[in-house]
C-alpha cells in the first residue's frame, strides 16, 4: 500500500475497460469478413498503425494504405463501421472507476494508445468522457506507450507526483515502464483482482 494519498488514477481503455479498439482478433474478423489477403493485410497493418496511433495520419490515410491500396467490392464507410463496432465494454469496469472517483474525490486521466477516429467513438459511445478528467491519448499527445514521455506527460497535465497515482494498465511491459518512474500501477487481469488491488491502496468501493 502507498505511504501517500491516493489523488489520481491512470486509466488505459483497451484491455481495462473496453475491448482493444483494433487488435489482432479484429482483423482476423475483417480479413474473413471482407475476403482479405492476411500476409499482405497484417504486413500493412503493423507497417503503418504506429503512425496513426501517434496522430500523425487519419483513419482515412490509415486505410488507404492497408486495405484500400487497390479496388474492393466494398466501401471505406461500411469497413470504418465495422472497425468501430469490435469496442465492448468489459463487465464492471466503468462502473468501478464510476464509484471509486465519487467516493474518494479521485481525478482520473485516461493514458492509452489509439488513433483519433477510434478513440473519440469510444470515449463517446462508452461514456469514458464523463468519468475522465484528462485524454493523454497517443494521437493527442504524439508518444505512445511505452515511451515513458506519455506518463510525464500525463503528471504534468494533471499536476501530481508520481506516488500519488495508481495507474490500470493491462499489459505487463506498460506496467513495468511506469512502475520505473514511480507510479504505483496494477496490471489489470479480472474486475475482482483490480477490486482487490485498489483496495490495497485504499480505494475501496
Known sequence: MSKHKITTLFLDIGGVLLTNGWDRKARKLAVEKFDLDAVETEERHH???????????????????VIFYM?????KETFRQFMFEQSA????????????????SLKVAIVNNEGRELNTHRIHQFGIAGIADFFISSCFVHFRKPDAD?????????QV???EVVYIEDRDMFVDVARGLGLNSIC????EETVAELASYGLTI
Do not use: Q, W
Request: aromatic residues 10%; without cysteine; charged residues 30%.
Open 150 to 158: 506519455i506518463y510525464r506527460i500525463a503528471l504534468d497535465i494533471a
Open 47 to 65: 507497417l503503418t498503425f504506429d503512425t496513426y496511433e501517434e496522430g500523425k495520419l487519419t483513419l482515412d490515410e490509415y486505410l488507404n494504405r
Open 188 to 191: 489489470h487481469k479480472t474486475y
Open 161 to 163: 507526483k508520481p506516488e
Open 71 to 75: 479496388p474492393r467490392s466494398f466501401t
Open 89 to 104: 465494454a468489459l463487465p464492471g469496469m466503468l462502473e468501478l472507476i464510476r464509484l471509486v472517483k465519487v467516493k474518494h
